[in-house]
C-alpha cells in the first residue's frame, strides 16, 4: 500500500520556526491531494493546509500567512514551513495523502492514508 512517514517535529519557543516533512513510499502509481492536519488535546483533529498535485493550496485561517505547504511531486514529499509559531500551535501534526497503488496485479484506490503523526510543542 501506501506509508508515510513524518519528520521534523520538536519542541520551539513561540516566534520559531520549523519545517515538517512527510515522504511517501510504497508501490504509488499517483498521489492526489496530500494535507496537514494536527490534533491537540481534547480537540478534534483539523486541517492545517492541503495541496492538490497540480498546485492549488487551501489553508486554516489560524495559519495563514505564517505556514507554507510544498509538495515534490518527484520525491513524493511534502512539506510543511511554519513560521511565527504560537503556543496554539502546540498539537500532533499528521500527514495525509490522497494515492493510487499498484497491489502486484491491478491499481487500487484512491484512498486516504495516515502517517504516524508527529508532535509539535510551542513554549511561551
Known amino acids: 500500500q501506501v506509508q508515510l512517514v513524518e519528520s521534523g517535529g520538536g519542541l520551539v519557543q513561540a516566534g520559531g520556526s520549523l519545517r515538517l516533512s512527510c515522504a511517501a513510499s510504497?508501490?504509488?502509481?499517483?498521489?492526489?491531494?496530500m494535507g496537514w492536519y494536527r490534533q491537540a488535546p481534547g480537540n478534534q483533529r483539523e486541517l492545517v493546509a492541503a495541496m492538490t498535485n497540480t498546485g492549488s493550496t487551501n489553508y486554516a485561517d489560524s495559519v495563514k500567512g505564517r505556514f507554507t505547504i510544498s509538495r515534490d511531486n518527484d520525491k513524493n514529499t511534502m512539506y510543511l514551513q511554519m513560521n511565527s509559531l504560537k503556543p496554539e500551535d502546540t498539537a500532533v501534526y499528521y500527514c495525509?495523502?490522497?494515492?493510487?497503488?499498484?497491489?502486484?496485479?491491478?491499481?487500487?484506490?484512491?484512498?486516504?492514508?495516515w502517517g504516524q503523526g508527529t508532535q509539535v510543542t510551542v513554549s511561551s
Open positions: 495525509n495523502a490522497n494515492a493510487r497503488y499498484y497491489n502486484g496485479i491491478q491499481v487500487r484506490g484512491p484512498a486516504d492514508y
Open positions: 510504497g508501490a504509488i502509481v499517483s498521489i492526489n491531494a
